[in-house]
């Protein structure tokens, strides 16, 4: 349809024919005007084009689309629909934007473009499950979610045909679709059908596919794959039905191409052992696999594909015994192939020779025997009516039917195994409708056209005829759905074509006819063509051929060569060979040839629901020859067809039309040519024209509304009724009242029509834009001549400034020359002046000078004097002064001498008595300190008195030089000889001191000189050493030079490895996280298949089902706690209490535990006894070395003690015998089985007497522990008192009050305290040396540890970077479990002697428990006794709550049942967060108080399955999930914190520590909690995504947050049918505030419970991550999204959002952090995307994004209207090598699944256990406080 006059204007775009491109873009550059010949145009190069228009030259081009409706999504969409907007609008989405998916109406037009893309993940599927069609960007899944949805909505059965050329992907994209309804419809049972109908394509692919020269992976047979449904939509089962296999393919195969894949994969895995016995070698070496010439494809791996192969066999039920039949079938026809038939020389014989190996492999793979099939091979049988004969064959016509044979083997064979197939797929539940899937060929036309192709075109003519009238029908209802008047389009109808081929006397009837004939040929069925339809229009005959025939087809002209047409319409196979085959000893391959009984085509599979078994006569009989038996091929594949067609007719179908680019196979190449081609063939121009008929463009009221309100009044935007605006705008607009009509909901338009209104609206901006222009430019002109004005202004004030200021600068000169000249001359008088005055001042001072050190000298010599006069009076005084001195000191010496001896006498008198020796003996430790104290002071003093003497000697020399000095004096003075003689003397004296003196000095020098030499010595070694350190110093400096770059290296590649560990952990962290998640799935299951069992095969009576199944079952997946010894007998005392008589002397293990508790006791004495007898010959030893008289008294203690301890041990025998006896006696009663109350009694006594034994074996173990310590300390004090008396004895004896002997007492104590400092001393010592060898020992040990440090470093550095993380994470786990084990001894030790210690305190609490109980049984009956028991507990504990809760063992159900099962979480919602979490651990403290493990046990995996069960059934409660887990959480927590670790308790207060537990260590079932609580947080994320996923994409994407936003809004030009009804009412109207509303449900629902802040902010950033991921995989996916304005309103939202969490202080939880992608999303649609410097901005920004996801949102960006621009294909590649050193992920979209591994922190509870109250309302008070 060509476009009006009107539009060819000047500017006007066109297209325009061109032989290469097929249309080729041009502008017009000069108005047309009807009549004219010639259009002026203007190619895209700007070269001119005269274009002749007219009626005997070109017609009218056509018009291009706007450029901002180029890249649309969906073709129909465009203003101006017809072939070059169809053609350009594909190659800009294929090339620029890299989508190879587009609508056309109801068509998914899939291009191939033969590289692997990043679309169709499982996060993709994610993203379009639940969408409508027209959301999200063309897809498979799209297409498939349509279907899916439409089955679930209308009941009613669904169809996707999806065809296309050879190679344009229509096998892939039937996978992708089927892999979309396993995702989504998966099975809700164990039966994994979706695996198995996937698990379908690699079989089918291997049988029925092959290598062409248009594809490496061509379907060679068509099928159509029924997914069957329930009623709840998910998968039970699938069938196939196949059309048509090209079985030429097996005998024959063009030059480059291959047959079958199978064949290839066996060849390639021949050398497997279970392959030997086939006798296959290389595809090369077989006639049937290298005709080709080229048996490998590119990129493929044959062996792995045969793995895949097998294992889908496997999958599918098939078992190994027909797995090895089919590829023994399938060799077989390789040697079949490759049998040599040898010709006669007559020419119409031949022979095949014995020694064929070929031949015998064939015949023993097939187990028939080889003389017949050697016979039948070169023979036939010839039946006439009378008689039958066998006939010789040439060694073409031999040939010729061994390759009929194997493809008849080859096709019995791929129906067989699509036959198991289906039956593995079928199942025995009700299907309630299914959605098929054909993968069919599509319309082909070769050089040499045969009967294979005229078959395809057939049913392609069937399927476009099918196609047309669905179009046709679906534009029918959405007119009338509108209520606008229905005018009939007219459109192709290809019924004639169809009726030309299967009419009556149709050539395929003439074809029939023709094979029924004994010697019919194909030219004469040409013949009879010819005459027969030579008069049809659809039908010619070629003018240079008698051969061959034409049929006009829908898509194109065919020309088909007769030859072979009867030969394969006939598929003629010898029946005596079939009979042959029939007869196998091999059951497949006779089943194979049997004929089938229901008379189906071989092409179609059974759908009956059982497997029938071929059961084969012992002979075969003799059948009769019918030449109509058999039903052609032609015939077989029109029922088929038309069963198809019945099928399609009664589903709604859905089309995925696949295009082929290019014949190259080249990534992203797009040919125009072919294109067009398959564009024509499939149906695709079809739907546009048909489209285009009508009314193809079509508006909602608020759309046209929003779009165009720009070209109303304003009068008209005051109405409220949109409606009518629109009309009266319209009415205005548009004056032909036929190009549009008004619908309930939309406006029609013609063609064309929409681009004449974006005309308008584009002129309508125009012009806006000039008046806009047009002021601004006036403003910007009155701007620019206000700045002139003012600039003059300006300058002229600045002149008259300047000239102003040079006159002041001229007035400033001479008034400073002035002032300069007065300076000057004051300058030169004041100098002159100054000069003067410092003359007179200097003569001055020298002759003050002069005066004053006259007085100076003076001052001088009266002060010298002074001084002398000073120093000899006071030599004067002080020899006095030492004259007195000397007399006082001689007077305090005698006296202080007479002072002594008295003293020393009462010392001595003192020293004779008892007391003081002992006073000696006790004090000489401080003697022996206070003479180490004197020693000291001694030294000091000695030192002090050198110092002095040396003091003296000097002034005593200074002295003698005076006193020589006045002796001369006198001797000059007075010549008195008495005088002289005493100074003589005097003199003399002095000199003997002064001798001294020098001598004295001397030998200090000498010991001074000799100290020096020796410390000269040790300087000298000193600097030896030190330059030996020095150079070792700068040696270590170098070495550490070197290790420091090293340990640099080392350090990063530490850190590197330390953030790998800290993500391996991470990733640890979560597969087992995700492995409690996979595990509470499969035990869900498993209860729903318990349930479904339970319903399915229900029987009356008592049946155990999950809610009293026992611990067996459910209860068993948690291990049992047993924190006491196996051999413990309390223990067993209990166990015996609670299991009552009769079930104790039955169970085996209770006795078991008592005798290992004997034997225990048994081994503790023996212990005990060689300890003492270890003691008894110590003491025995000692006492023969003091042989003193107190050994008669240690020989008696010790008889005493070896009394003692033989009565013990005959006590002990006692005790055991009394044991044996007690057990004699319980078994004898319980083998009575009386329950009397006799026997009841005598249990009674029984049990307390073994109590009392027990007891008191105890007591004597702790009595043997006394004796010891007793024998031990009466031994050292026997040694001691031993010692005391000898020394007593010998100080009576000695008893002499002489000075002397008390000297020597003295010096001998002085002797023994010398003597223990030498001990003392030698002690350190040796302590110091152990100490030294300790310290080198370790060193030793540090210097092993450091060198194989050392070796392990090296051999990691010389690791990979991979096997360096392996080797680290080997060796970190090889240590954490030494240390792990080291760490298990000790703390088996530590609960050792911890239990060995309760048990002695469990002895003094039963002994006055018994004595309790005796005194209730004595007053009431012995059924009371529990009661009274508990009653007697709580009277006594109730004084002092000890944070406890008593509870019986029958009410444990009740318990649960109140706080678990029945528990709201409104009911205790006033109470203290996690209230069921307190009162279950204070009823486990009590269990634990009582040691009651079994209890403990029972109520821990109760509450445990409890729990589950209640999760269960509210799966889809978030309030009841959130509580569950703040409880789950804070259990997990009070067994931490209560458990007595040191570890947890460094929080806890004095009185918490008191509550611990004191028996049981509960570390296995926190980690079982630790795991549920995982459970939980997982099922809380998923109920919140699932409450939240509805209202992400309408609160961040498409609520208009900003208001101002609104009018910019892009909309589309046409919405496509959804599969829902939006009345305006939709799923829409979901706002930001509402999410944001939800998000503040949950953290208060969250915060109520009690919730950990941290498992609160870890739930906030798995949600944030959800909103983030569904956000931007809808950003990636919708085209219409990418625009300014959803960036704009995206940043607001998130802004929104981070408001959110700062206000409930969740901004630090790293939920901010999620959403970095979006942000930068947001950004990267506002930023410019122009330049270089653009690009650059954009690559530093957004590094939260994949280059993908960069790209992605590029290529989708939309201009708000014209006056944008796109993004161009050069900036997007300059943006991808710019990103081309990231190494991000080729995943597009993000995972929505993915989970955080969640971490539990440990947050101990501040509140004590005795203050928390029940309330009344929860129904508990059979607990009781204790």
């Known amino acids: 349809m060509r476009n009006g006059l009107k539009f060819l204007l000047q500017f006007t775009r066109v297209w325009i024919p061109d032989p290469e491109d097929v249309w080729k873009p041009a502008e017009i550059t000069k108005d047309y005007k009807e009549g004219d010949p010639i259009l002026h145009l203007k190619l895209e190069d700007e070269s001119p084009l005269e274009y002749p228009v007219g009626p005997k030259d070109n017609p009218l081009p056509f018009l291009r689309n706007p450029d901002i409706l180029v890249g649309e999504n969906d073709l129909t969409a465009l203003s101006y629909l017809h072939e070059p907007a169809v053609l350009h609008n594909l190659r800009v989405r294929f090339l620029e934007s890299n989508h190879i998916y587009t609508y056309c109406g109801i068509v998914l037009v899939a291009i191939n473009p033969y590289e692997q893309l990043q679309i169709y993940g499982e996060e993709v599927i994610n993203a379009y499950s639940g969408q409508n069609m027209g959301d999200m960007d063309p897809h498979i899944f799209a297409v498939a979610e349509e279907a899916y949805k439409q089955m679930a909505r209308d009941e009613r059965n669904q169809s996707i045909i999806v065809s296309g050329e050879s190679g344009a992907g229509k096998t892939v994209s039937a996978k992708y679709a089927m892999r979309f309804f396993a995702t989504v419809g998966g099975s809700a049972n164990d039966t994994n059908v979706e695996e198995k109908v996937l698990a379908s394509s690699p079989i089918m692919e291997a049988i029925g596919n092959a290598k062409t020269t248009r594809n490496d992976n061509s379907s060679r047979f068509g099928k159509y794959i029924q997914i069957g449904f329930n009623r709840h939509y998910h998968i039970i089962g699938a069938n196939m039905r196949?059309?048509?296999?090209?079985?030429?393919?097996?005998?024959?195969?063009?030059?480059?191409?291959?047959?079958?894949?199978?064949?290839?994969?066996?060849?390639?895995?021949?050398?497997?052992?279970?392959?030997?016995?086939?006798?296959?070698?290389?595809?090369?070496?077989?006639?049937?696999?290298?005709?080709?010439?080229?048996?490998?494809?590119?990129?493929?791996?044959?062996?792995?594909?045969?793995?895949?192969?097998?294992?889908?066999?496997?999958?599918?039920?098939v078992k190994d015994s027909n797995q090895s039949s089919i590829f023994k079938i399938i060799a077989s026809i390789l040697h079949l192939g490759n049998v040599e038939i040898c010709a006669e020389r007559d020419g119409e014989s031949c022979h095949i020779s014995r020694d064929d190996p070929h031949l015998k492999h064939f015949c023993r793979l097939l187990g028939v025997e080889l003389q017949q099939m050697e016979h039948w091979l070169c023979h036939r049988k010839l039946a006439t009516a009378s008689e039958t004969y066998v006939k010789n064959m040439s060694s073409k016509q031999a040939a010729n039917a061994r390759d009929a044979l194997a493809k008849h083997i080859y096709a019995r064979l791929f129906d067989w195994i699509v036959e198991h197939v289906n039956m593995a797929l079928q199942t025995s539940f009700k299907q309630h409708s299914f959605i098929g899937v054909l993968d069919i060929y599509g319309f082909e036309t070769f050089e040499i056209n045969s009967f294979e192709q005229f078959c395809i075109n057939y049913a392609n003519?069937?399927?476009?005829?099918?196609?047309?009238?669905?179009?046709?029908?679906?534009?029918?209802?959405?007119?009338?759905?509108?209520?606008?008047?229905?005018?009939?389009?007219?459109?192709?109808?290809?019924?004639?074509?169809?009726?030309?081929?299967?009419?009556?006397?149709?050539i395929l009837d003439l074809l029939d006819e023709e094979c029924k004939v004994p010697k019919g040929t194909d030219q004469n069925w040409a013949q009879k063509l010819y005459g027969q339809h030579s008069s049809s229009a659809h039908f010619q005959k070629p003018r240079m051929s008698n051969t061959s025939f034409i049929i006009i087809h829908f898509a194109d002209k065919v020309e088909y060569q007769c030859e072979g047409f009867l030969e394969k319409n006939r598929d003629t196979v010898y029946e005596e060979q079939i009979n042959i085959l029939k007869a196998s000893k091999f059951q497949l391959v006779a089943d194979l040839f049997q004929e089938k009984q229901d008379g189906s085509s071989s092409s179609s599979s059974t759908s009956t629901k059982s497997a029938r078994v071929n059961v084969r006569a012992a002979k075969p009989t003799v059948k009769v020859p019918n030449k109509d038996h058999r039903k052609t091929v032609g015939h077989q594949f029109r029922s088929s067809l038309h069963l198809l067609m019945e099928t399609l007719n009664a589903t709604t179908p859905h089309y995925v039309r696949c295009i082929k680019p290019n014949d190259d196979k080249e990534a992203f190449s797009f040919d125009s040519r072919r294109a067009v081609q398959q564009l024509r063939a499939c149906g695709v121009l079809e739907t546009i024209r048909i489209s285009a008929a009508g009314y193809p463009s079509r508006w909602t009221y608020p759309d046209f509304f929003n779009r165009y309100r720009v070209l109303m009044k304003k009068s008209d935007m005051t109405i409220a009724d949109k409606k009518l605006v629109c009309k009266n705008l319209l009415e205005t607009l548009i004056k032909d009242p036929d190009k549009f009509q008004f619908g309930k909901t939309k406006i029609f338009f013609r063609a064309g029509q929409v681009a004449y209104l974006e005309k308008l609206r584009a002129d309508k901006f125009r012009s806006a834009c000039i008046k806009i222009q047009k002021t601004v430019r006036g403003w910007l002109q009155r701007v620019r001549y206000r700045k002139i004005r003012t600039a003059t202004v300006t300058l002229q004030r600045y002149v008259r400034g300047y000239l102003a200021r040079r006159y002041v600068e001229h007035l400033r000169l001479t008034h400073a020359a002035i002032i300069c000249q007065k300076q000057y001359r004051m300058v030169r008088d004041r100098r002159a002046y100054l000069r003067v005055r410092q003359a007179v001042i200097i003569i001055q001072a020298y002759t003050k000078g002069m005066f004053t050190r006259r007085i100076y000298w003076e001052f001088l010599l009266h002060h010298k004097a002074m001084i002398i006069q000073k120093t000899v009076r006071g030599w004067l005084e002080r020899k006095k002064f030492r004259r007195a001195r000397n007399a006082a000191i001689i007077i305090q010496c005698a006296y202080r001498r007479m002072c002594a001896k008295r003293q020393l006498k009462q010392l001595k008198i003192e020293a004779r008595s008892a007391e003081h020796l002992k006073k000696l003996n006790t004090g000489m430790e401080n003697k022996i300190v206070q003479l180490q104290r004197k020693m000291d002071d001694q030294s000091k003093e000695y030192k002090a008195q050198n110092e002095q003497l040396s003091v003296a000697n000097t002034s005593l020399s200074t002295e003698l030089t005076k006193t020589q000095k006045e002796l001369e004096q006198l001797r000059s003075r007075q010549g008195d000889g008495s005088q002289i003689t005493s100074l003589q003397e005097e003199l003399e004296k002095l000199r003997e001191e002064l001798q001294e003196a020098y001598a004295q000095r001397k030998r200090l020098e000498e010991e001074h000189s000799s100290e020096k030499q020796g410390l000269k010595q040790r300087v000298e070694e000193l600097e030896r050493e030190n330059s030996l350190l020095k150079s070792e110093k700068e040696e270590m400096n170098q070495r550490i030079l070197q290790q420091s770059k090293s340990t640099e290296d080392q350090e990063s590649s530490a850190s590197q490895r330390e953030v790998s560990l800290q993500t391996e952990l991470d990733a640890e962290r979560q597969r087992y996280q995700n492995l409690l998640k996979e595990f509470s799935r499969l035990e869900q299951r498993y209860d729903n298949l318990q349930e479904e069992v339970a319903l399915a095969k229900f029987h009356p009576g008592h049946r155990r089902n999950p809610s009293n199944q026992s611990s067996l079952e459910s209860d068993s997946n948690y291990p049992s706690v047993s924190t006491s010894e196996v051999g413990?007998?309390?223990?067993?005392?209990?166990?015996?209490?609670?299991?009552?008589?009769?079930?104790?002397?039955?169970?085996?293990?209770?006795?078991?535990?008592?005798?290992?508790?004997?034997?225990?006791?048994?081994?503790?004495?023996?212990?005990?006894?060689?300890?003492?007898?270890?003691?008894?010959?110590?003491?025995?030893?000692?006492?023969?070395?003091?042989?003193?008289?107190?050994?008669e008294q240690e020989s008696a203690d010790l008889a005493y003690n070896s009394l003692k301890r033989q009565e013990l041990e005959s006590e002990n025998k006692k005790l055991k015998n009394d044991l044996n006896e007690l057990r004699k006696m319980i078994a004898d009663r319980a083998s009575q089985n009386s329950s009397s109350n006799e026997l009841q009694d005598s249990y009674n006594i029984l049990l307390s007497q073994l109590k009392a034994a027990n007891e008191e074996l105890e007591a004597r173990k702790e009595e043997v522990l006394i004796l010891r310590a007793q024998i031990v300390s009466n031994a050292q004090q026997i040694e001691k008192t031993e010692h005391i008396e000898r020394n007593d004895v010998q100080e009576l004896n000695n008893k002499q009050p002489i000075d002397k002997e008390e000297a020597i007492k003295a010096y001998h104590g002085l002797c023994e305290s010398k003597k223990l400092l030498e001990a003392q001393l030698q002690s350190q010592s040796r302590q110091h040396k152990d100490e030294l060898e300790a310290l080198h020992t370790q060193i030793e040990l540090l210097k092993d540890d450091i060198e194989k440090k050392q070796e392990m470093l090296n051999y990691t550095m010389s690791l990979s970077p991979e096997a360096q993380v392996e080797y680290s994470v080997q060796q970190e786990i090889t240590r954490l479990t030494n240390d792990n084990l080291d760490l298990k001894e000790l703390v088996e030790k530590l609960e050792k002697n911890e239990r060995k210690l309760k048990k002695q305190l469990r002895i003094y609490m039963k002994k006055v428990q018994e004595l309790e109980l005796n005194q209730a049984v004595a007053t009431q009956p012995s059924r009371?006794?529990?009661?009274?028991?508990?009653?007697?507990?709580?009277?006594?504990?109730?004084?002092?709550?000890?944070?406890?809760?008593?509870?019986?063992?029958?009410?444990?159900?009740?318990?649960?049942?109140?706080?678990?099962?029945?528990?709201?979480?409104?009911?205790?919602?006033?109470?203290?967060?996690?209230?069921?979490?307190?009162?279950?651990?204070?009823?486990?403290?009590?269990?634990?108080?009582?040691?009651?493990?079994?209890?403990?046990?029972?109520?821990?995996?109760?509450?445990i399955n409890a729990i589950k069960k209640v999760l269960k059934k509210n799966n889809d409660d978030f309030e009841m999930t959130s509580f569950w887990l703040a409880n789950t959480s804070r259990l997990l927590h009070c067994l931490k914190q209560y458990s007595g670790d040191e570890v947890f308790m460094t929080q806890n207060t004095a009185k918490q520590n008191e509550h611990c537990l004191k028996n049981f260590d509960l570390a296995e079932y926190r980690q079982v909690l630790s795991d549920l609580s995982i459970q939980i947080y997982q099922q809380l994320i998923k109920v919140a995504e699932g409450i939240m996923q509805p209202m992400i994409v309408s609160a961040m994407l498409e609520s208009e947050s900003i208001p101002s936003l609104a009018g910019v809004k892009p909309m589309g030009y046409r919405n496509r049918s959804s599969s829902m009804d939006n009345d305006g009412s939709g799923p829409s109207s979901y706002t930001l505030q509402a999410l944001i509303r939800q998000l503040g449900q949950f953290h208060s629902i969250m915060g109520e419970h009690g919730l950990d802040p941290e498992i609160v902010g870890q739930v906030f950033r798995q949600l944030f991550h959800c909103i983030n991921a569904i956000t931007l995989n809808h950003l990636l996916l919708c085209k219409d999204v990418c625009s300014w304005s959803t960036g704009m309103q995206l940043r607001y939202n998130i802004s929104q959002m981070e408001e959110w969490l700062r206000g409930n202080n969740l901004y630090q939880s790293k939920a901010a952090a999620t959403l970095e992608p979006i942000i930068q999303a947001a950004q990267l649609l506002q930023i410019k995307k122009k330049t270089s410097q653009d690009a650059e901005a954009i690559c530093s920004l957004c590094t939260a994004l994949t280059t993908h996801q960069i790209v992605k949102i590029l290529n989708l960006y939309t201009p708000l209207n014209e006056f944008e621009e796109r993004v161009t294909v050069s900036f997007i590649r300059n943006i991808q090598n710019r990103l081309q050193e990231r190494n991000d992920p080729q995943q597009l979209l993000v995972d929505t699944k993915h989970v955080f591994p969640v971490l539990f922190p440990y947050t101990p509870s501040a509140l004590s256990l005795e203050t928390i109250h029940i309330p009344a309302s929860l129904g508990l008070d059979f607990l009781v406080r204790v």
């Open 1424 to 1503: 009371a006794k529990p009661e009274l028991s508990r009653q007697v507990t709580v009277q006594r504990k109730e004084k002092d709550f000890e944070g406890m809760l008593e509870y019986y063992k029958e009410d444990e159900a009740l318990l649960v049942k109140s706080l678990i099962t029945d528990m709201k979480p409104s009911a205790v919602s006033a109470t203290v967060p996690c209230l069921p979490a307190y009162i279950l651990f204070m009823c486990i403290r009590h269990a634990d108080y009582i040691d009651a493990d079994q209890k403990v046990e029972a109520l821990l995996t109760t509450t």
């Open 242 to 317: 196949t059309y048509l296999l090209e079985k030429s393919r097996v005998v024959f195969q063009a030059e480059d191409e291959r047959n079958y894949h199978i064949f290839y994969q066996l060849c390639a895995s021949a050398s497997l052992p279970e392959f030997k016995d086939l006798a296959l070698t290389s595809a090369d070496d077989f006639t049937y696999t290298s005709l080709g010439e080229n048996i490998f494809i590119e990129g493929v791996n044959d062996a792995e594909d045969f793995e895949k192969t097998r294992e889908a066999f496997t999958l599918l039920s």
């Open 1128 to 1191: 413990d007998t309390e223990d067993s005392i209990q166990l015996v209490e609670e299991m009552g008589v009769e079930k104790a002397a039955m169970d085996i293990s209770l006795f078991m535990k008592l005798q290992k508790r004997v034997r225990e006791l048994e081994q503790e004495r023996k212990r005990l006894q060689i300890s003492l007898d270890k003691m008894e010959e110590l003491a025995k030893h000692k006492g023969i070395e003091s042989k003193t008289p107190s050994s």
């Open 461 to 506: 003519e069937k399927l476009q005829q099918q196609f047309n009238s669905h179009v046709f029908k679906l534009e029918q209802e959405e007119y009338m759905k509108e209520q606008i008047p229905w005018t009939l389009i007219d459109f192709y109808d290809n019924q004639p074509c169809i009726d030309l081929i299967e009419a009556r006397l149709g």
